[in-house]
């Protein structure tokens, strides 16, 4: 069966620091996509990845960056993290457009205090 | 530019009833369409596709056809069961190729 690891599922982070999130897929996917997801407004996309070393800006990147070195891995970062910044973080990843769609991880939940 | 927009909820049913959730769109030609489910304290799982207008995608029993007329994409269940408590999502594809979501409808049935 096809998995989109979160390395995380629950996190808890002090304001100003350095956060990684990281995710692996074991699916040979070229795409990958963060989002977050916080009641009353759905998954907004944050940035998305259509190939090795190659990154998007999606509809909320700010106060975000991402890396991806390898194919199967796809890591979100928060460079000073702040409390606006907790919420439920999804990862996902996808063969291409349209014909299987999404397959999302399970989510790591960020709280920043 | 892109959006989805879908009833909000939340949506209690007793078991055995019909359900619908209503989701419409706006985007520029024709867009795939998408149903993602979560269950409680997981991530979000395909339910059904459509790419095309009056396609209809099912699974489960969960159906919902693409009307371009109405820009709709409504999920429908005819018999609904305690297992079917989860959160609903409405999505489409963009032309870069990512998905927008819509806000989500959170569905409670009741034994």
């Known amino acids: 069966d096809v998995k989109v690891t979160q390395s995380s599922r629950y996190l808890v982070k002090r304001t100003g620091e350095k956060v990684f999130l990281e995710c692996v897929q074991d699916m040979d996917h070229e795409n990958m996509f963060w989002y977050r997801q916080d009641p009353g407004l759905g998954l907004r996309l944050i940035y998305f990845s259509y190939d090795v070393k190659m990154k998007e800006k999606g509809d909320i990147p700010e106060g975000y960056s991402v890396s991806r070195e390898k194919k199967e891995r796809f890591s979100l970062i928060l460079e000073s993290a702040s409390t606006n910044q907790t919420s439920m973080y999804l990862c996902?990843?996808?063969?291409?457009?349209?014909?299987?769609?999404?397959?999302f991880g399970s989510g790591t939940r960020l709280t920043v205090v | 530019g892109n959006s989805v927009t879908q009833m909000e909820g939340p949506v209690t049913l007793s078991e055995e009833a019909f359900l619908t959730i209503n989701c419409t769109y706006t985007?520029?030609?024709?867009?795939?369409l998408f149903w993602y489910v979560q269950y409680p304290g997981e991530g979000l799982q395909l339910l059904l596709k459509a790419t095309k207008a009056d396609d209809k995608g099912s699974n489960k029993g969960f159906e919902a056809t693409y009307r371009k007329e109405t820009t709709s994409f409504h999920l429908e269940k005819g018999s609904v069961q305690v297992s079917d408590s989860a959160v609903y999502f409405c999505a489409l594809e963009r032309s870069q190729g990512n998905l927008i979501f819509g806000k989500g409808t959170k569905l409670s049935v009741k034994p």
């Open positions: 996902a990843s996808s063969l291409g457009p349209t014909p299987g769609g999404y397959t």
């Open positions: 985007a520029t030609g024709y867009p795939s």
